[in-house]
């Protein structure tokens, strides 16, 4: 089956911090990945995806790319902001197989100090 | 536009007590999709609409959830018979198609289910 692991929480860091978060996922077909995250008090919101191999995903400062051979998709930031706190989730859908769902790792939550 | 609206937002129900979730997808969207997240996990599908068919219900747990989505727009989730394990945000999606090459799903704000 399809499955999303993702580098157990919390994670502490200071303003200005990088940022990793590791995901890794077994999957029976080809999939696309997404990071989620989800802010304090609100809803899931798409954080960014890649479909294919080698490619980069990204959106408001954050990075993460698709690696096949290593089935995984870091997510990373230089330089964080008291603004990211928020729990992050990888997640992966395998397009055309049917239901499309998204398959999410446990998340991690990320708590940023001034 | 509007994004993904789900109501309530809060829900207590008492054990046996039957409950109905509802969700309003983004205008135009194909695709509907419920999914329940436990607290302190990651959300876990429970079934997926293409217009009104339902076309996979897997992630159903039991025989006591049941989902519709009778015109192909609103989606409500049905529990019957409420038990202490049913607890959790239930969440709502929607895509504009069919998922193919990583359409993007947009989440409503979830209900959360307390079974007392």
């Known amino acids: 089956g399809n499955s999303v692991t993702q580098m157990e929480g919390p994670v502490t860091l200071s303003e200005e911090a990088f940022l990793t978060i590791n995901c890794t996922y077994t999957a029976t077909g080809y999939p696309s990945l997404f990071w989620y995250v989800q802010y304090p008090g609100e809803g899931l919101q798409l954080l960014l995806k890649?479909?294919?191999?080698?490619d980069k995903g990204s959106n408001k400062g954050f990075e993460a790319t698709y690696r096949k051979e290593t089935t995984s998709f870091h997510l990373e930031k230089g330089s964080v902001q008291v603004s990211d706190s928020a729990v992050y989730f990888c997640?992966?859908?395998?397009?055309?197989?049917?239901?499309?769902?998204?398959?999410f790792g446990k998340g991690t939550k990320l708590s940023v100090i001034p | 536009g509007a994004g993904v609206s789900q109501s309530p937002r809060y829900k207590v129900a008492k054990r046996g007590q039957d409950v109905a979730l509802r969700c309003d997808p983004i205008?135009?969207?194909?695709?509907l999709f419920w999914y329940q997240q436990a607290l302190g996990q990651g959300p876990e599908f429970l079934t997926y609409?293409?217009?009104?068919?339902?076309?996979?219900k897997s992630g159903l747990p039991s025989d006591r959830f049941f989902a519709e989505r009778p015109e192909g727009s609103v989606s409500t989730l049905k529990i019957q018979r409420t038990q202490q394990e049913d607890s959790a945000v239930y969440l709502c999606?929607?895509?504009?198609?069919?998922?193919?090459?990583?359409?993007?799903?947009?989440f409503g704000p979830g209900t959360r289910l307390t079974v007392l």
């Open positions: 609409f293409q217009n009104e068919a339902q076309l996979d």
């Open positions: 205008s135009g969207h194909v695709s």
């Open positions: 999606a929607s895509s504009l198609e069919g998922g193919l090459y990583g359409d993007t799903q947009y």
């Open positions: 997640a992966l859908s395998i397009p055309g197989a049917g239901s499309y769902q998204l398959t």
């Open positions: 890649a479909t294919k191999a080698d």
